[in-house]
């Protein structure tokens, strides 16, 4: 079946730094990835939609120049939190559609727990 | 509104059946899904139904979908302890160039041998 590779799936950084999450489709191509962020005992949190070869779609509230998304290949999306801060300590999700079409469902990656100090 | 809602916690006894159950709003609704996310992972697809569909089967899961009442229901047979985890109810809408997911809060499900 489809998988979604996530990477890395825990990092603890400093405050000021900047972290750079993959999510890669191992077995299929994915022109469009999603973003999540998840809080606490939270449901998910759509951040952004990405795009292969086009810029990403943010969801109202979320900065775009704080959290950098690339998605330069059919397999690899990479989402970057610029300049890290304590608040942006949250545990991020990627998803993408299992194939091409519009029947089938989105599978995750196992996410990243982000940790800033 | 948008919401999708779940009840917070179920808690069954291994052996027995467990049945989360989940209301949307959205009748355009399109695709509906559920999620398990064990602590500290990400979220595995158990099984989703077209909204066409009244049900599901899946091994031990049943997943029944009552479009008229909004409302979802997954239903896990001969609950093992390993079954313990948040359940995600999600909806999905799509539309020309668009899908919107929408997530319930989660079911925590406590199986106890």
């Known amino acids: 079946g489809a998988v979604v590779s996530q990477h890395p799936s825990r990092v603890i950084c400093k405050s000021g730094t900047s972290v750079k999450i993959e999510c890669r489709s191992l077995d299929f191509q994915a022109t469009t990835m999603f973003w999540y962020r998840q809080f606490p005992k939270q449901s998910l949190m759509l951040m952004a939609t990405s795009n292969e070869g086009s810029k990403a779609t943010y969801e109202q509230g979320v900065e775009k120049d704080k959290f950098l998304i690339n998605h330069a290949s059919l397999t690899l999306s990479t989402l970057t939190v610029a300049s890290a801060h304590p608040e942006d300590s949250s545990f991020y999700i990627c998803?993408?559609?299992?194939?091409?079409?519009?029947?089938?469902?989105?599978?995750f990656g196992n996410g990243t727990r982000l940790t800033v100090t | 509104g948008e919401d999708v809602e779940q009840s917070l916690f179920l808690s069954v006894r291994e052996g027995d059946s467990s049945v989360i159950n989940c209301t949307y709003t959205?009748?355009?609704?399109?695709?509906l899904y559920w999620y398990k996310q064990e602590p500290g992972a990400g979220l595995q697809l158990l099984t989703y139904i077209f909204s066409n569909m009244d049900m599901k089967q899946d091994q031990r899961l049943t997943v029944l979908l009552n479009k008229k009442d909004k409302h979802l229901s997954l239903r896990i047979a001969d609950t093992q302890t390993g079954d313990s985890a948040i359940y995600f109810c999600?909806?999905?809408?799509?539309?020309?160039?668009?899908?919107?997911?929408?997530f319930g809060k989660g079911t925590m499900l406590l199986v106890s041998p």
């Open positions: 999600a909806e999905e809408r799509r539309g020309s160039g668009y899908s919107t997911l929408t």
């Open positions: 998803s993408a559609r299992g194939e091409t079409g519009h029947n089938s469902p989105l599978h």
């Open positions: 959205d009748s355009s609704s399109t695709y």
